[in-house]
């Protein structure tokens, strides 16, 4: 399985190096793993959705 780098998933997704390091500490993103300090996720991972927003109607 090829893995990317939080850099390359926040440039990829938009969103900070430290959002995405949340994000898989809180096991948000499946297949992602911690090797020797560093997470890796999967290349195929998607984004999850901001919780911090409700959505309407089914959209953002």
């Known amino acids: 399985m090829d893995y990317m780098t939080l850099k390359e998933a926040s440039e990829k997704w938009g ?21 020797a ?13 901001d919780k911090r927003y409700k959505l309407k109607n089914g959209r953002k």
């Not at 969103?15 to 090797?35: F, H, L, T, V």
């Open 15 to 35: 969103i900070s190096s430290r959002m995405i390091n949340y994000y898989c500490s809180a096991g948000r993103i499946p297949g992602a793993i911690k090797m």
């Open 37 to 49: 300090g560093v997470w890796l996720l999967p290349k195929d991972a998607v984004k999850p959705g």
